[in-house]
């Protein structure tokens, strides 16, 4: 099956850095990736879609300013929490859909963000 | 796309079958049936769909209703491993995206 891995797996940093997280489709050519967010306890919240080569589409009440995200080729894409804050402390899970079966979306393993 | 109810939690023997029931009331004739679970600090991943006809593959067996206002997801042997949150999802075309529910924790006793 198709494969999406994401680095790091996780990450802690100080409040007020900026932290990047890459996402890749490891063996199909992803024309769309999703982000989402979960907090514990709860569930999957959908961030954004983007689209390769084409800017991020936000979901209501996501910032598109603190959460940068860049699909720039078929097989990568990057979140960037810009001033992370506490708050910011979730889980992030990528999401690709491509190849052969284009319907199904494939997930990676996320990443654990913690901010100090 | 239209709303799925899961009931929060159920409870299984190991090697016993597990039915996972999910409500679609409002399903429209082109949605589409998806079952994805979440093991524990792991991304989701995809279990099975289905549109009208009932499903097989080697992890599970997807029944739909005749009237598509319900499914159920059914594990044959449950084990240990199968412990997580199963998501019951519709989805009206391959081009929107999978937005999660709160879906059912399964247990799975030894």
């Known amino acids: 099956g198709a494969v999406v891995s994401q680095h790091p797996s996780w990450v802690i940093c100080k409040s007020g850095t900026s932290v990047k997280i890459e996402c890749r489709s490891l063996d199909f050519q992803a024309t769309t990736m999703f982000w989402y967010r979960q907090f514990p306890k709860q569930s999957l919240m959908l961030m954004a879609t983007s689209n390769e080569g084409s800017k991020a589409t936000y979901e209501q009440g996501v910032e598109k300013d603190k959460f940068l995200i860049n699909h720039a080729s078929l097989t990568l894409s990057t979140l960037t929490v810009t001033s992370a804050h506490p708050e910011d402390s979730s889980f992030y899970i990528c999401?690709?859909?491509?190849?052969?079966?284009?319907?199904?979306?494939?997930f990676g393993p996320g990443t654990r963000l913690t901010v100090t | 796309d239209a709303k799925t109810t899961q009931p929060n939690s159920m409870e299984s023997n190991e090697e016993e079958p597990v039915h996972l029931p999910c409500n679609h009331s409002?399903?429209?004739?082109?949605?589409?049936i998806h079952w994805y679970r979440q093991l524990p600090s792991q991304g989701p991943e995809y279990v099975i769909h289905?549109?009208?006809s009932n499903v097989n593959n080697r992890m599970a067996s997807l029944a739909i209703a005749e009237d598509r206002k319900s499914s159920t997801l059914i594990l044959h042997r449950a084990t240990l491993r199968d412990a997580a949150v199963y998501y019951c999802?519709?989805?009206?075309?391959?081009?929107?995206?999978?937005?999660f529910g709160k879906g059912t924790r399964l247990s799975v006793i030894a």
């Open positions: 289905g549109l009208t």
């Open positions: 999802i519709l989805r009206a075309s391959g081009n929107t995206p999978l937005v």
């Open positions: 409002t399903i429209s004739g082109t949605d589409y």
């Open positions: 999401s690709a859909r491509g190849g052969l079966y284009s319907y199904e979306q494939y």
